[in-house]
């Protein structure tokens, strides 16, 4: 199964996301946007750990928050997080640490997560899927 597949759109970044799980699904998202970011690592790398803690209604609400935060996180920081470890995780509330590297720069710039025709679900073979757009 793939991660993800950037599906087309005319203005913004329109990502499919896919995962055997749930929390599958959202490390995938977060390759995704992170990814798309085209992310410059500095020489020599360094690695970086970032903790997060996130709260929200729901899930589709909670993987909407859960990026937004680590796009604010990566943009302040100058960060690329490619991977997350989840030591909590429900439909409403993530708690993990992510794991990056600093960056020179972002070839592309991601100026928010949306909830614009944001769709979260589980299909009959019990993978999930997740499509969702970013503003550009």
Do not use: C
Request: proline fraction near 1%; glycine fraction near 4%; aromatic fraction near 8%.
């Amino acid at each position: 199964m793939k991660n993800y597949e950037i599906l087309e759109h005319k203005a913004d970044l329109k990502i499919r996301i896919f995962g055997a799980t749930k929390e599958e699904l959202f490390k995938n998202a977060l390759l995704g946007m992170t990814e798309s970011m085209k992310p410059e690592t500095k020489k020599p790398e360094e690695e970086t750990k970032r903790q997060i803690k996130i709260e929200s209604t729901d899930s589709a609400a909670l993987l909407v928050d859960f990026l937004s935060e680590v796009l604010y996180l990566s943009q302040t920081n100058r960060e690329a997080y490619s991977k997350v470890q989840f030591k909590k995780f429900s439909d409403n509330q993530i708690e993990g640490e992510l794991f990056g590297q600093k960056v020179e720069r972002f070839g592309e710039d991601i100026k928010a997560v949306t909830h614009h025709n944001l769709d979260i679900h589980q299909k009959k073979d019990k993978t999930w899927e997740a499509t969702i757009l970013f503003d550009v």
